[in-house]
């Protein structure tokens, strides 16, 4: 790789001298809950901590009607050893199509005016938040360059989510990703499925990589918020998490009134959740992220959804939180899913049609009746969350921003390490299944 003057060599500590000058453009951070916000939050403090000089162009808080601040055109604030811009972007309320447009569009304008006035930085990393935002961070690097962190591909899950018909909008949205794909230096997929669906857009093979978000090292859980949120149910199936248009939620509404014994409970919100409480589902609000591992520990089961035909074009960070908590999985996700390719190939849980709700109600069921199984899904959980440690994809994510800094073009992955869901714990019996499975017939049976 040819390196550009704007790159400094590593010192003996693996750190570059001055560091690079990192622009990291994307509409949420915190203290917006979006996931987006904390996964760019942490991107931000990596390349800080890596020793570069990091400077974030988000948009005011919007997420959580609570957090709104003031408008101003624009706030200066720092987090972490990060320079915030914050733009004045509107904040109206998300879950209105209306209103969430109007905040992207708001943002994409004044972020870019503020953008063109910005120092001219070494290399930008480009979120997905909102659609296009990729095009801010063209304009901000001035032919540096840009590394697009793809976490939700559009237009295609607008159009699979039925907020956007293919016509003249759509492909012209189309035409504009596609040429922001051509002229990104680095593309970066959170799963192999989604890598499939860009490399049939721009067929850059070589400039685009995997990285999955990871989860966070688990926190201690507070047993009386466990207790709280559980309110004495013998088994809580629980879906933690934003409540968007890429969940089969109906399925799961209809599944939990077929499963005996089954408390299904939603903590978060989002476009969905009016719906949601309409059917007559349990929702609460989102809890502080301090409670994290509480919220985990109060369901004896995580749900993790992707509704048929969504695959590919979202990754659900929840999956990755679950397993660095440790916790059994029932993806209710197509099988060519990335989530549903991760749970069995951990054996961390079961897999089920999200068209089904019979299927999901056997799943849901045969949990409840198999606490040994739940034992063993949980202890391959945990070794899944190890190798998906957010720390490690991040230090892999810093890697490749500073070799497209450099001017590197070849991104092509090594071979992939070999995944060993790891042993039974010494608490499961011998005649426990060592896995199960839903079989074409929607029938639970053991896997020899």
Sequence with gaps: MTKSPAWNPPTEEGQATDGLRVLVVNQYFPPDTAATAATT??????????GHRVSVLCGRPSYDPGATRPWRPLRRETHDGSHLERVGSTSFDRRNMEGRTANYLSYLAMASVRALAMPRPDVVVAGSDPPLAVWVALAAARRRPVV?????????????????????VARLWERLHKAALRRSALIVCLGETMATKVRRKCLALERIVVVPDGGR??????????????AGADFVAMHAGNLGS???????????ERAEGVRLLFVGDGASAPELRARGAEVLPFRPESELASVMAAGDVQIVTVRSGMEGLVVPSKLYTALSHGRPVLAVAPGSSEVAHIVEQWRCGLVADPESPQEVARALTWMRNHPWDLEAMAARSRNAGAYYSRDGC???????????????SDFAPGEAAEVDPGALPDVIHQESPAEVVLDENADIRRRQ
């Design 41 to 50: 939050a942490d991107l931000a403090g990596a390349l800080s901590d890596a």
């Design 148 to 168: 697009y962190v793809v976490r939700d591909l559009h237009p295609d899950a607008a159009i699979a989510a039925g907020w956007l018909p293919w016509g003249p």
């Design 217 to 230: 090292p688990p926190l201690q859980a507070t047993p009386t918020v466990v207790e709280e949120l559980r």
């Design 246 to 256: 890429a969940g089969a939620w109906a399925t799961l509404v209809d599944a939990a």
């Design 394 to 408: 991040l230090q892999r994510l810093v890697s490749l921003i500073e070799a497209a800094a450099a001017g590197g």
